[in-house]
């Protein structure tokens, strides 16, 4: 399985709508459709919105900004505020063999201290102004692959 480890602030929106934390941008939205469709990829989030949404309510804001069908949401890194990225996602990757993840990337504006030196090159360094970019999705797809 490839997985996609989702921060949403500063990579599905931007500066600008961040004072709004419930709005996706559709064309950051639409990318990362881009992304899962090329890639046959699920996704865990790793934003700090696992503390606030459920992840059904979250698959229905991914969906009210444009995401085109099943939002591939699998589950979320462990809500727990003191523990760093880079250590939440290497307990999700241990604590579920079943999903025999083959490869994954890490989709972030920020928390690049936090990552280990081994999840550093599944790293794709979002700028947080821009959100999202095409230049990004090509370089996950390359990690994924």
């Known amino acids: 399985m490839k997985i996609i480890y989702l921060d949403i602030d500063g990579v599905l929106n931007s500066e600008p709508t961040h004072a709004d934390a419930k709005k996706l941008n559709k064309a950051k939205v639409d990318l990362l459709y881009q992304l899962v469709s090329e890639t046959s ?23 009210l900004s444009g995401y085109r069908g099943e939002v591939p949401i699998i589950g979320t890194t462990e809500k727990v505020q003191e523990v760093s990225r880079g250590k939440a996602i290497k307990k999700f990757r241990k604590s579920h063999p079943e999903l025999d993840i083959k490869s994954y990337v890490i989709l972030d504006d920020r928390h690049w201290d936090e990552l280990g030196p081994n999840q550093i090159k599944h790293l794709v360094k979002v700028n947080g102004k821009k959100g999202l970019t095409s230049a990004d999705i090509i370089i996950a797809k390359h990690i994924l692959e």
């Open 41 to 63: 990829a699920k996704i865990v989030i790793t934003s700090s919105w696992r503390f606030l949404r459920s992840i059904e309510e979250m698959k229905e804001q991914f969906n």
